[in-house]
């Protein structure tokens, strides 16, 4: 009889259990770049695939299109056409591999390129496993790669959960995401309830749709998967994965009926904050990644299935291969060093992680309902209410580290310290983007373009576009597209064509910063004298210029500006840089506030510069930028007239008002 | 501070740059110029007007006035007429004015959704500026009539976009040529107009987002008859359209309707008196600049803004001229 700290197998001998999967977000510069990298991935022990693309190719844009040029190859890896997958899974087993995607607004094309690529290839496409990542919900709301509105991008998954449920039967058509919900600063009875009202969107749209019986309805509940978030509040994070767990329990039995056990099991991977990740001592943040991987990992009854981690520098820039080597390093001596795995749930019976999880469950319980009462997941997106929630903790966020009611180390506390050799290497600690890249991008595409047979691709193109406006499944006309080398840009576009493209409610309007006292007075009151000086308050058109669509510092810029008595326009992401400037122009702004975090800023901010030149309003409107900019670039942003820089290590919403006041001031001379 | 000169070939090169070829950037300038309420802008806005008033390129705006509660989709539906009169009319110049509420607490505002009027920027004959309330009640900001005085002569039709509160949107009715309510069916909207007094406003309605066919229909014929009680006398004038951003239901009707006011334009006799609006504004800014105090003097010692504007030479020279007798009287009052 075993005691009951082991763990035992069916044969009653002990054992230890299987690690869950180790995975690393990659991808970049090209499909052949890209295809080297996993294949040294796999050879270092790691046991899946998470594919990174690039913005273009998650936004649906050819390579070669204006808006999508100062991307390629920047945040992932470009995918262009079928020529480009055949590259990107050159000698890597389809068969054999767990091949995750994070692909949302043009997940249907990924997967059908995958199909695709099986069929060439000759594999088995029942084989195929993975998951397309196709969480449109957190996208409107937190990660900005959404194409169309919300009732045909529902259409999409659940025609994608219609084709595999038989088709692909390993394949997790989507995976509801909570991850980017904390990213943008949701509690975690807000991550719970919001994606677990997101999962209830699918499933409900999927019974609506009439095509399952009770059966294979149950089944395709058991292919809902997850895609959590660890914060640095680790044992309530751990709680939260329980309350998960029981959570989704009750949802499936009580309010789907699932009958078989296997169906309900709350299944998830990780990947652990970046949020709080800091530029400030960065090399602090390896034990913030470690911290938050225990919080998923200690409770054998709520651990996640995969695991990826960042990297220390991620608030400095993309990582390097290196950084991410030491972050897989960091999961395989937690998985096998430890004796981590060799115990029944630890957490078992106590009366604190007990009342946690309990209270987490009634404030999530709670919440859901709310959003149930409103009409679900859609209505509580399109009305704008679930955004201006998340935007409203995440200004409670800010003010709270403002006023130094939450602590982060090195950031608002213990300031000083010696310098970090992490960061005195040759290349600064940094990934330094290959800008040759986009090039072997472009050339592919145009070499698909050229050697297809442009009748078949035309003919897939409309066969699409019937499907689409007839209500039929629109996977196999994607597959023929595939096959018949239509583009990304191609597919994407005879979408748009029919469902239109979508503008989601910002969230700003009404939000409040906590934040008064006597820096904001004076801040007002100079903000004062400059209206009366001037006969008009400062304005300030707030812009995510380009396809990037990380926009928390983009809303708390604008709510900040506000705060202090500017006018401000922002009208949210993925705006041409022509948008943005004709706004600024048009407005009579005075000052321009680009966000980027994608590592486009140098290409974007030319861009910005040389049309409002071509404006004549070089002189009139400042620029500043903010974003995820290293230190090395901001000599070049200057160079070419940015008069100020602001990086994650500028939190203080006031400094950077004051900074943008004292630009303002000076009839834009930057003061130092 | 007295008054700085007036750089009259900077404000003509302006004007000349914005009626030719509707330069952006001089557009901007000009109405930054119209924004600025203090009286040292005055004499550059006298400049501008005669400038634009002697340009043959000058044109005659006709302004249509939308109105109606936030998330009604004022700005999506603006957005659609105005790409539709672009469209139709290869010759006219768009505007779009929207006035947004500002902060009570510091004053700032955050301004309209551009985005959501879905305009290519490289559409030259189409402008879209932002304006802030500046907690002014009314519905309209404080420097709304100037600015409209300005795109008058640039503009083939302007739209003017509400704050949207409902209650006390009275200016609307005296800025606008036309004025348009929109409504959603499902707000239930009808009724809550019906106690505001909003009822009173608009000469057209908009049920907007009609997609939701049942509640449309339902909404329609509600609204069809509280109409009926709300304006007895003139009920069977208005029209009221079914609109759907979404499907584009009923925009091709909704849009001829505006591009006929604004055709109309021509006809003597079709648009309000423009000494009712003046007058109405020119009060409305004696209120605001001189309290009440001025406006009895107004009313009083100059007989009112109706008559003190047709005696002087336009809306500049009459604040010019309200300004120095009313200060003289004060003066007056205090020695004696």
């Keep these: 009889m075993a005691e009951r700290h082991e763990l035992v197998n069916e044969a009653g001998e002990i054992t230890r259990d299987r690690p869950w999967i180790f995975r690393t977000y990659a991808g970049h510069t090209s499909a052949r770049a890209s ?17 990174a693309f690039d913005l273009p190719t998650q936004c649906g844009y050819d390579s070669d299109d204006p808006i999508a040029l100062p991307e390629v190859g920047k945040v992932g890896v470009p995918i262009n056409s079928l020529d480009d997958l055949h590259v990107l899974f050159a000698e890597i087993p389809l068969s054999q591999m767990n091949t995750s995607m994070t692909i949302n607004g043009t997940s249907m094309w990924l997967l059908a390129l995958y199909i695709a690529l099986a069929r060439e290839r000759g594999e088995s496409e029942a084989a195929l496993m993975g998951t397309t ?95 959590v978030n660890s914060g640095i509040r680790f044992v309530e994070e751990m709680c939260k994965m329980r309350a998960f767990v029981a959570l989704w329990e009750e949802i499936t039995r009580e309010r789907y009926q699932v009958r078989e056990a296997k169906y309900r099991r709350f299944r998830y991977g990780v990947q652990v904050n970046s949020l709080g990740l800091t530029e400030n001592q960065p090399e602090n943040n390896a034990w913030r990644i470690l911290i938050e991987a225990l919080g998923v990992t200690l409770s054998r009854d709520a651990r996640c299935r995969a695991l990826q981690l960042p990297a220390w520098n991620e608030a400095l820039s993309l990582p390097r291969p290196w950084d991410q080597q030491w972050s897989l390093r960091l999961q395989q001596i937690l998985a096998y060093e430890t004796d981590l795995l060799e115990y029944p749930d630890l957490f078992e019976g106590s009366p604190v992680v007990a009342s946690k999880v309990e209270a987490l469950m009634t404030e999530a319980r709670a919440e859901i309902e709310k959003i149930d009462g409103m009409g679900g997941v859609r209505v509580a997106i399109e009305s704008g209410y679930m955004k201006t929630a998340l935007v409203r903790s995440m200004t409670e966020r800010l003010t709270r580290i403002s006023r130094g009611e939450l602590t982060v180390v090195g950031m608002n506390r213990w300031q000083e310290g010696l310098a970090s050799p992490l960061v005195s290497a040759a290349d600064g600690g940094l990934f330094q983007v290959d800008q040759g890249g986009a090039q072997e991008a472009l050339s592919a595409l145009q070499e698909t373009r050229a050697e297809r047979d442009p009748a078949r691709a035309k003919q897939a193109l409309e066969a699409l576009k019937a499907a689409a406006r007839g209500g039929e499944n629109m996977l196999p006309a994607s597959i023929e597209c595939a096959l018949a080398r239509v583009t990304t840009g191609e597919w994407a576009g005879a979408l748009r064509e029919v469902f239109g493209e979508y503008r989601p409610v910002t969230g700003i ?164 | 501070m007295a008054p700085p000169g007036v750089d009259h070939s900077h404000v003509e090169t302006l004007v000349a740059r914005a009626a030719l070829e509707l330069h952006r950037g001089s557009v901007a300038e000009l109405i930054n110029l119209f924004e600025d309420q203090r009286a040292s802008a005055r004499p550059s806005r006298a400049v501008a007007l005669a400038a634009l008033g002697r340009h043959p390129a000058r044109r005659r705006a006709v302004f249509i006035g939308v109105t109606g509660a936030p998330g009604a989709g004022k700005s999506t539906l603006v957005g659609e007429l105005a790409t539709r009169l672009l469209g139709a009319q290869p010759s006219w110049r768009v505007a779009v004015l929207a006035v947004d509420p500002s902060s009570h607490l510091s004053g700032g505002a955050l301004l309209g959704d551009r985005t959501r009027v879905r305009i290519s920027s490289d559409e030259r004959r189409f402008f879209f500026r932002s304006q802030a309330s500046q907690t002014a009640l009314g519905g309209l900001s404080p420097a709304s009539y100037d600015v409209c005085r300005l795109l008058e002569g640039l503009f083939d039709c ?66 069809k008859g509280s109409l009926g009680l709300a304006r007895p006398e003139d009920a069977d004038k208005m029209s009221v359209f079914r609109t759907s951003c979404v499907s584009g239901e009923g925009l091709a009707e909704l849009s001829e309707h505006v591009a006929s006011r604004v055709a109309m334009a021509g006809d003597e006799g079709a648009q309000p008196p423009k000494l009712d609006r003046e007058a109405y ?55 004696s």
């Design chain 1, 35 to 51: 295809n080297a990298l996993y294949r040294k991935n796999l050879a270092q022990g790691q046991t899946g695939l998470s594919i």
């Design chain 1, 133 to 227: 990542q196709n969480d449109i919900i957190k996208e409107y709301l937190a990660r900005g790669t959404y194409i169309f509105p919300p009732e045909h991008s529902l259409r999409i998954i659940a025609e994608m959960y219609e084709y595999c449920l038989e088709r692909v039967p390993n394949w997790n058509a989507s995976n509801v995401c909570s991850y980017h919900l904390q990213e943008a600063g949701a509690t975690p009875a807000q991550e719970l309830a919001f994606a677990l009202s997101t999962a209830i969107g699918i499933l409900d749209s999927i019974k609506a749709r009439g095509h399952f019986d009770q059966a294979q309805f149950e089944r395709a509940v058991g292919r809902v998967s997850f895609f």
């Design chain 1, 509 to 672: 309007d009404g939000q409040r910063l906590g934040l008064e006292g006597e820096r904001v007075a004076k801040l007002r009151a100079r903000v004062q004298r400059y209206t009366d000086e001037r006969g008009r308050r400062p304005r300030m058109v707030v812009g995510k210029p380009g396809l990037d669509g990380h926009s928390n510092g983009a809303e708390m810029i604008a709510v900040s500006a506000r705060h202090v008595g500017f006018d401000v326009v922002y009208s949210g992401i993925r705006l041409r840089p022509e948008e943005i400037v004709a706004s600024a122009v048009e407005e009579g702004a005075d000052v321009i506030g680009a966000s980027v975090l994608s590592g486009s800023h140098l290409a974007l901010a030319e861009q910005l510069m040389t049309l409002l030149a071509a404006e004549g309003a070089s002189e009139r409107i400042q620029v500043v930028f903010g974003g995820i900019i290293p230190q090395a670039d901001i000599p070049a942003l200057e160079a070419i007239g940015v008069k100020q820089v602001f990086t994650p290590k500028d939190y203080e919403l006031m400094d950077i008002m004051e900074r943008i006041m004292s630009l303002l001031d000076a009839g834009g001379v930057s003061p130092g």
């Design chain 2, 158 to 223: 302007v739209f003017v976009e509400t704050v949207g509160v409902g209650q006390s949107e009275i200016d609307i009715r005296f800025l606008a040529d036309t004025v348009y309510l929109v409504m959603t069916p499902l707000g239930g909207d009808e009724i809550q107009f019906l106690k505001a007094g909003v009822m009173e406003i608009p000469d057209h309605v908009v049920l907007n987002k009609s997609d939701a066919k049942q509640a449309a229909r339902r909404a329609y014929y509600a609204l």
């Design chain 2, 281 to 335: 504004f020119f009060e409305r800014w004696a209120v605001r600049e001189w309290g009440q105090r001025g406006a009895r003097y107004l009313d009083r010692e100059l007989g009112g803004g109706r008559q003190l504007l047709a005696r002087v030479s336009g809306y500049d020279a009459a604040q010019q001229a309200l300004e120095a007798g009313f200060v003289a009287h004060l003066t007056a009052t205090r020695t």
